[in-house]
């Protein structure tokens, strides 16, 4: 079964979750041998960009470690063989440095999104 | 500055947007500041104090539940009356009772109490700043 995931949604509540759960989800459902892969769309091509580094999150004496990892945690789902795609459109409107994005996305323009749907099974737009 | 006494009104539930951890840090900052913060816990943010949450650990990262160090609302907010307590300032929680009614979300940590909304309006007209802090 060829799924697409497609997540636009971004950092939501990833300092609480330590990841962002599409993404983890994603990688649960490639375990369970679901041929997954994700498209970066609207805010969440963020994602994209290397070296992300969250703030010491503390509450009192409540040192919160292990923080998200967005960009590495896309880097080790690509490492399994999961395809990231991204819409260039969106990285343009965001002015994000392309020579600080991680290597390896599949980058697409809006009007090929169609076209992507097209070679999948399932798209699920979270 | 002497004290002062924030109300702060959250309706998001844990887990589920950036804005609980926005919401516990400002809480964090005012506390540590020596002020008085009066929080209504309304909707989903009545969850936010449930006892009973858990960390687990991350079998995709392949980690533990110690090395995950998986954080829980319950437990920040812990700290935070910990925090009060230590900074011998007052930190007030209300759950909005219906609210909790309504999710069965009624076990919570020490130092959380029932109320209503008359206890909002109670805390804002002893309050000196109020911030509300809506879900989308």
């Known amino acids: 079964m060829k799924v697409l995931n497609i997540v636009e949604t971004a950092y939501r509540a990833t300092l609480e979750e330590q990841d962002d759960t599409i993404l983890w989800l994603s990688q649960s459902f490639h375990h369970a041998d679901v041929d997954i892969s994700i498209l970066l769309r609207g805010n969440a091509i963020n994602y994209l960009v290397q070296g992300q580094t969250p703030f010491n999150l503390s509450f009192g004496t409540w040192q919160q470690t292990q923080p998200p990892a967005l960009d590495r945690d896309l880097e080790m789902m690509m490492a399994k063989d999961i395809a990231v795609y991204a819409i260039a459109n969106d990285i343009q409107d965001r002015a994000l440095p392309s020579d600080r994005l991680i290597e390896g996305v599949l980058f697409i323009q809006k009007s090929e999104i169609a076209e992507l749907f097209e070679q999948f099974d399932h798209v699920w737009h979270w | ?136």
Request: proline share 4%; net charge negative; hydrophobic share 40%.
């Open chain 2, 1 to 136: 500055m002497s004290p002062q006494t924030l109300s702060i009104a959250i309706m998001d539930a844990p887990y589920e947007s950036a804005n609980s951890t926005t919401a516990l840090r400002i809480i964090h900052s005012a506390l540590n500041q020596g002020h008085h913060v009066h929080v209504f816990a309304y909707e989903g943010a009545v969850n936010l104090t449930m006892k009973a949450q858990a960390p687990h650990a991350n079998a995709i990262k392949g980690t533990t539940v110690e090395e995950e160090n998986h954080p829980t609302t319950k437990d920040w907010i812990t700290a935070l009356f910990q925090l009060a307590k230590a900074k011998g300032v007052t930190l007030k929680w209300v759950n909005c009772g219906l609210c909790v009614d309504e999710r069965g979300a009624g076990d919570w940590i020490d130092g959380v109490h029932r109320g209503g909304p008359q206890d909002f309006i109670q805390s804002v007209q002893a309050s000196d700043g109020v911030l509300v802090i809506p879900t989308r």
